[in-house]
């Protein structure tokens, strides 16, 4: 109803927080086709940026996101994502440490 009056780009203010409503499938796909780097950024997490100094893939923006996603997407792939292999791997790895786990138990 808000956006029949005030149209498909909304801004709400919540304290301190801003944030941005897009109304409709036309204004969603200019804002995340179209326009994609101006969109493709993430709120704050004070707790995480202090924990992991603004570093890590999930909580990181901008620049440093994409050298990060780049560095990430090359070494996993450096260990064979993607592959069949890797799958069978980590299913043989997995048995290893869950029979360690178990002996533990024991």
Excluded: C
């Excluded at 801003?18 to 804002?31: I, N, Q, S």
Aim: net charge positive; glycine share 12%.
């Amino acid at each position: 109803m808000l956006s029949e009056t005030h149209g498909p780009v909304l801004t709400v203010h919540l304290g301190w927080q801003r944030l941005v409503f897009l109304v409709g499938f036309d204004t969603v796909k200019e804002a995340l086709v179209d326009m994609g780097d101006d969109f493709s950024g993430r709120g704050p997490m004070p707790f995480l940026i202090k924990v992991t100094k603004g570093y890590g893939l999930a909580i990181s923006n901008g620049e440093r996101w994409r050298q990060l996603r780049r560095f990430t997407l090359s070494t996993l792939r450096d260990f064979g994502m993607g592959r069949k292999g890797m799958e069978e791997w980590i299913q043989e790895e997995s048995t290893h440490l869950r029979a360690r786990i178990e002996s533990f138990k024991g």
